[in-house]
């Protein structure tokens, strides 16, 4: 199985002046152009799955610029299997470049009604034992244990508390399993009025007791949902850092704890690790010029 150079992650620090607060960005966005950042992770332990139960073909869901269908292709390109996309809604005329792109990569898509992908209904006889079906985000107990083991990057009783953005609760629930006993765990939703977040995220983490904490408040509007307040915050952020963002996760990540530091959430002497989970193929949709970077 191709395996991933994690000598090209840096832990980045991120000055905050005047706070006696020390924030680490994890940069998982640096060790693949593709397969960036904990897609890799949610993916590794069903590819090692399907290539040991000699599987030809990875079945898998997302929308139109869903960084997992991408890396799901090119994961399964460089293994040498073949991959299927069902995409959520109706084929559009013109395809976004993430669709493009995981094309290029010999990827397979089908397009359904948005009911029929909630539902996760499978438009094609998928009982053939030679295709593995990961749901979307890669949600499920292996996607939750590949992410755990992002914290074997980093020392992570170092640290008070950890961060990262979350969407299905696949990374969130493989983080809290992985975390120190007293390091808080905290997800902060991209999504809006996402209520069974918690509960997903619980189902994933098997007899781990540990807990975390869902954030609510910075999803901006809603999946891939943006304000002329959160662009700003990008390119300032970025200006500041050199650390780059998308809007539908890294952005709503860096932006709640900005605000959250200014609002005096953390006690002195906090450790904060911030996970960049990848992944900017959002940005791809914006105006040129909207971001620096």
């Known amino acids: 199985m191709t395996a991933i150079n994690s000598r090209l992650i840096t832990l980045d620090p991120v000055s905050y002046p005047g706070k006696d607060i020390i924030v680490d960005v994890l940069r998982l966005d640096k060790i ?4 960036s950042g904990n897609k890799w992770y949610k993916l590794r332990f069903y590819l090692k799955q399907a290539i040991e139960q000699h599987k030809k073909t990875i079945c898998t ?3 139109a610029w869903s960084n997992h269908i991408v890396a799901t292709a090119a994961a399964c390109a460089e293994n040498g299997l073949q991959s299927i ?4 809604g109706e084929k559009p005329a013109v395809l976004s470049n993430t669709l493009q792109e995981a094309i290029g990569y ?3 898509l089908y397009f359904t009604s948005r009911e029929d992908f909630r539902n996760k209904k499978i438009p094609f006889d998928n009982s053939h034992e030679s ?3 990961v749901l979307e985000g890669g949600f499920g107990i292996p996607g939750a244990e590949g ?3 992002i914290l074997e990057l980093v020392q992570p009783g170092n640290y008070t508390d950890i961060f990262c953005a979350c969407g299905t609760g696949t990374m969130l629930a493989g983080l809290a399993m992985a975390a120190a006993p007293q390091t808080r765990v905290t997800g902060i939703s991209v999504l809006k009025n996402h209520t069974g977040l918690e509960k997903d995220t619980r189902s994933l983490m098997g007899t781990s007791k540990k807990d975390f904490t869902v954030m609510h408040d910075f999803h901006q509007g809603g999946y891939a ?3 002329e307040a959160l662009i700003d915050f990008m390119n300032r952020f970025y200006s500041q850092t050199g650390i780059p963002s998308d809007f539908v996760y890294t952005g709503k990540l860096f932006y709640a704890l900005d605000q959250l530091l200014a609002e005096g959430y953390f006690a002195p002497h906090s450790r904060i690790l911030a996970i960049h989970s990848g992944g900017l193929q959002g940005n791809s949709s914006l105006e040129n010029g909207t971001l620096i970077f």
């Open 32 to 35: 693949h152009p593709v397969i």
């Open 61 to 63: 869901f997302g929308g």
């Open 85 to 88: 996309g069902i995409i959520r």
């Open 131 to 133: 295709i593995l079906t």
């Open 106 to 108: 010999g990827m397979q």
């Open 147 to 149: 992410a755990s083991t």
């Open 225 to 227: 949902k943006k304000t």
